[in-house]
T-cell receptor, first 116, second 116 residues
């Protein structure tokens, strides 16, 4: 069965510095991987997705992630953090659930704080 | 440009009361999902509907029922609310539930439910 591990529950960076949010997955076949962002009292917004095309995936708001099969990782990065990036980020793998639907398996989330 | 709309946004219930959470999407998506979000646990799938007319149990279905009223609407019912059901509930939709198509899910803003 698929699973997702987000290695840091909290990450704090200064505005203008790089962001790295780490995610490892386990999957028995070629997975679909996603990063979602959740701002306070809001739903989840899709940042980017990997679906077996290019291994470097670019998303919205300057975020990108690289799929590394040998390391079973899908880390999220951004070159320069902005105050508006402060939110909770979820790494998600899509599982073939009973053969009929793509159930999403969520990591436990990483809370990103951006200091001025 | 509504996407996925959930009502109500907030609700407080007493133990034993019943309630229906409403969800509607305007993206002509075939598949819809109900999740609950609890601190430190990410999101867990309660029920899903792969297509109009079908519903299936997810990871944590006990204490809930669902109705796929039509293609747009998917409701979640708590017949006899319990304090353990205090959570934030999210509805999501996707164009297809097929694992091969690897479609992302689009989320509503959530319903914050407290059971006293």
């Amino acid at each position: 069965a698929q699973s997702v591990t987000q290695l840091d529950s909290h990450v704090s960076v200064s505005e203008g510095t790089p962001v790295l949010l780490r995610c490892n997955y386990s999957s028995s076949y070629s997975p679909s991987l996603f990063w979602y962002v959740q701002h306070p009292n809001k739903g989840l917004q899709l940042l980017l997705k990997y679906t077996s095309a290019a291994t470097l995936v670019k998303g919205i708001n300057g975020f990108e992630a690289e799929f590394k099969k040998s390391e079973t990782s899908f880390h999220l990065t951004k070159p320069s953090a902005h105050m508006s990036d402060a939110a909770e980020y979820f790494c998600v793998v899509s599982e073939n659930y009973g053969g009929a639907t793509n159930k999403l398996i969520f990591g436990t989330g990483t809370l990103l704080a951006v200091q001025p | 440009n509504a996407g996925v709309t959930q009502t109500p946004k907030f609700q407080v219930l007493k133990t034993g009361q019943s309630m229906t959470l409403q969800c509607a999407q305007d993206m002509n998506h075939n598949s819809m999902y109900w999740y609950r979000q609890d601190p430190g646990m990410g999101l867990r799938l309660i029920y899903y509907s792969a297509s109009e007319g079908t519903t299936d149990k997810g990871e944590v279905p006990n204490g809930y029922n669902v109705s796929r009223l039509n293609k747009r609407e998917f409701s979640l019912r708590l017949e006899s609310a319990a304090p353990s059901q205090t959570s934030v509930y999210f509805c999501a939709s996707s164009e297809s539930s097929s694992p091969r198509q690897r479609q992302p899910q689009h989320f509503g803003d959530g319903t914050r439910l407290s059971i006293l």
